[in-house]
């Protein structure tokens, strides 16, 4: 975090393995996302510039992990064509909350995804489809103290997992 965002603790512990599931060591992981309040920093004054974006190497054993804030889901814009659509199949223009990843290492594909938490209300009806089973994270709410956040808790505080 560049800025002050206040909110619910965030630890990501992720893995970078290729096909077969073996660890690949030194890949580039660029994540980012919104915020508490569904704002990525270039759609909010408020946060800093390069807020809640970051950039991993994967160790040996091709983990990274970092500390951030809970994000929430955001709704797209209905300006325009989109909005005329969505509003015909009364849909409503809602993302679930999720954690954006591009990872890079030379020899291989480049990767460019996302992590869904199964726990959003609108995780079965992205208004983008783009939820599949396979970018469904393992997000786990701890209501005892979180080894990890024992210096900074906040009361009602949750730490979230994507894998
Ligand atoms: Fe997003």
């Known amino acids: 975090m560049r800025s002050d965002t206040p909110g619910n603790p965030l630890f990501v512990h992720a893995r970078v393995v290729d096909g077969a599931g073996k660890p690949i060591e030194g890949a580039e992981v660029d994540v980012w996302h919104a915020s508490p309040v569904g704002l990525y920093e270039n759609q909010d004054p408020e946060q800093a510039e390069m807020n809640l974006r970051g950039k991993f190497i994967s160790g040996a054993d091709g983990r990274f992990w970092f500390r951030s804030v809970m994000m929430i889901g955001y ?89």
């Open 75 to 163: 709704p797209i814009s209905m300006d325009g064509v989109v909005g005329f659509l969505l509003k015909a199949q009364d849909r409503h223009p809602m993302r679930p909350e999720h954690l954006h990843t591009l990872i890079f290492k030379p020899g291989f594909k480049v990767l460019i995804s996302q992590v869904y938490d199964p726990n959003d209300p609108h995780i079965e009806t992205d208004v983008q489809f783009g939820v599949t089973k396979a970018l469904i994270g393992d997000f786990i709410r701890h209501d005892e103290l979180h080894p990890a956040c024992r210096m900074s808790r906040l009361p009602g505080t949750r730490s979230t997992t994507p894998t």
